[in-house]
């Protein structure tokens, strides 16, 4: 829903998972729709977990205390279906929100007997709480120091809990006997009680949990890490440029107060779904194809933005006015925009990359206009867009007015 919106509901001419990227990475920085829940459920849990017994959790608090309690439950190796409760849509969301995200490092000494998806009675894991409330927990607690299950009198011995036959004869006989196993001729000898670790010391609860401001996008992160892939075009520009720095080429026009049109103009031609005549021919086929400037030759991305004789004309006027007043040893790279050059020539680049995105603007913009592009047209629009961004009170705005000062350019 949210990708149709971005397309405004017309063909998606990027994978789904490329938009997830953040800008760095070539991305829009997109949210993904069920990333965002599972994240709001996240917080929902940080909220619950800061005053357990407050008027508003009444209900959730009830529910979770027939199965140890919320913070248990996050601890434990549960799944939805064989939980023996009956739980909300919201609770069932908050729960599998947390699964997605906890991983589990097993280990049979620290392995919980409860709400332990392997260890079933009726297809249901178990909790009973006088077990739970005389800090057994561990399934290593039902075996002997020889690593043998214990028999009803010798663990009513060790324990001194009064336990039914019934319950003890349903826990032990699900103890799958893998686990059984593992703790054969092992020696241990764990505690006989134990309290359950806090899951806000693990370092998943510290990230999640923490009081810090702006976590969400990083929560979110978790969620979307396994959703994200590396934008294609990137392969495709490698055949022809080595040595690309694509972090600060994705994040180059994040630099500047510009508008998104703008923006979108470099971000689809890297991406390479710039809609020239050439590109949407794929899509419909009747389409003319000469080049809206010339006139003669094919419109493709390269011919548009740069081989033209027009456009042309365009870049050779902005290289003089270029070496002329900012920087002398100019060489161009209108597609990526100058990323490497040395940190004492950052400001003279900082304008050069954003005359670049406005050029291609430029271009774009004579194209959908049906006028051809003219150098003289162009500085004025650099000039209406400072005299647009002066006013701001803007970082980057106030960072770009600095810096065309000190080259006493559109001043
Ligand atoms: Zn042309």
Redesign the pocket.
Known sequence: MLSNFLWKNKTHYMRKSVVLNEYGKGGLNFIDFCSLNSTFKINWIKQYLKNPTSIWNFISHHVFSHLGGLKFILLCNYNIQKIPLKLSNFHQQVLLAWALIYKHNFSPHICYIWNNCNILYKNKSLFYDKWFNNGILLVSQLFNSRGLLYNYSKFLARYNIPITPKEFSIVFDAIPSGLCILFKNADHSPPLSLSPSDPLETSLGKLCFSLNRGMNSKVRALFQGDLVSVPTATFYWSNFVSNINWKKVWSLPQKFLLTNKVKEVSFKLIHRFQPVKHFLQKLKNDIDVK?S??E??P?TCS??FWY???THELWNEINTFIVACIFPDYYKNVLFGACDHSSKDENAFFLVNLILLLAKFHIYKCKFTNKKTNFSVFLKEMEQYISTISPSKNKKAIKTLNVLCTYKVFT
């Open positions: 080049c400037f010339c003669s030759l419109e011919h548009l033209c004789e027009f």
